[in-house]
């Protein structure tokens, strides 16, 4: 079946077996929103000049999230910086209307529970692995040396950038993820529109983490 970037992450982010995830939503929730622009950009309907994202494209891709997304990109006509986009875009909403997409299509199992018997909760454990398995064997691939596609070096650009790519792939080099991250897999405006977008939502992560430390402090 096809998913988007998000999806994909997603599936990285989740432990296969017990379904928790991996990292915290304060550093996955801004990857999904750099994920989704970073589609945009890959399918040519977005494209970074003079350090701003702009509508290039309006046509829509044939998914409720990416078309949403640049439908309210281009509504507001305005160029902005990808940090802007990133923290417009990515919510917790978000990160459910993905989980579910995934769990409609057999893809995850969603498993409902309650913390200390009171709070709500859900898991969401792997329920078809073949998604995963293809995604892991192209990110496994690029990150032992192959040339990536465009939708896997995206990919690894934002896992890197919420800190997931040490839990996913431990063993990975280090020095790969963060070539891979910076946009040197393709010297074109895709490739630096791509590593805009990963560093906007490595900002937003460390942002999100700070505020996070500051309220449990203050």
Same mark, same amino acid.
């Given at each position: 079946m096809s998913v988007t970037i998000a999806e994909e992450l997603l599936l990285l982010a989740y432990?296969?077996?017990d379904g928790k995830q991996l990292i915290g939503s304060t550093q996955l929730d801004p990857a999904l929103g750099g994920a989704i622009l970073a589609e945009l950009a890959v399918n040519d309907r977005i494209q970074l000049t003079d350090k701003k994202l702009s509508v290039t494209d309006p046509t829509p891709l044939g998914d409720d999230e990416l078309d949403t997304a640049l439908a309210r990109m281009a509504a507001d006509g305005k160029e902005r910086r990808p %940090?802007?986009?990133?923290?417009k875009l990515h919510s917790t909403k978000l990160r459910r209307r993905l989980l579910t997409r995934?769990?409609?299509a057999g893809v995850l199992a969603e498993q409902r529970g309650?913390?200390?018997g009171v709070f709500p909760t859900s898991r969401w454990p792997e329920a078809d692995g073949r998604v995963e398995a293809e995604v892991r064997e192209r990110v496994s691939s690029v990150l032992a040396g192959a040339d990536p596609d465009a939708r896997t070096a995206v990919l690894i650009a934002i896992a890197y950038a919420a800190k997931l790519d040490r839990k996913a792939f431990p063993g990975a080099s280090k020095e790969r993820v963060k070539e891979i991250a910076e946009g040197a897999w393709a010297a074109d405006a895709v490739a630096k529109t791509i590593a805009a977008i990963n560093s906007a939502a490595m900002i937003a992560v460390t942002? %999100?983490?700070?505020?996070?430390a500051a309220s449990s402090s203050g």
């Amino acid at each position: 079946m096809s998913v988007t970037i998000a999806e994909e992450l997603l599936l990285l982010a989740y432990s296969e077996d017990d379904g928790k995830q991996l990292i915290g939503s304060t550093q996955l929730d801004p990857a999904l929103g750099g994920a989704i622009l970073a589609e945009l950009a890959v399918n040519d309907r977005i494209q970074l000049t003079d350090k701003k994202l702009s509508v290039t494209d309006p046509t829509p891709l044939g998914d409720d999230e990416l078309d949403t997304a640049l439908a309210r990109m281009a509504a507001d006509g305005k160029e902005r910086r990808p %940090a802007w986009w990133v923290q417009k875009l990515h919510s917790t909403k978000l990160r459910r209307r993905l989980l579910t997409r995934l769990a409609d299509a057999g893809v995850l199992a969603e498993q409902r529970g309650k913390v200390l018997g009171v709070f709500p909760t859900s898991r969401w454990p792997e329920a078809d692995g073949r998604v995963e398995a293809e995604v892991r064997e192209r990110v496994s691939s690029v990150l032992a040396g192959a040339d990536p596609d465009a939708r896997t070096a995206v990919l690894i650009a934002i896992a890197y950038a919420a800190k997931l790519d040490r839990k996913a792939f431990p063993g990975a080099s280090k020095e790969r993820v963060k070539e891979i991250a910076e946009g040197a897999w393709a010297a074109d405006a895709v490739a630096k529109t791509i590593a805009a977008i990963n560093s906007a939502a490595m900002i937003a992560v460390t942002s %999100a983490a700070i505020g996070v430390a500051a309220s449990s402090s203050g």
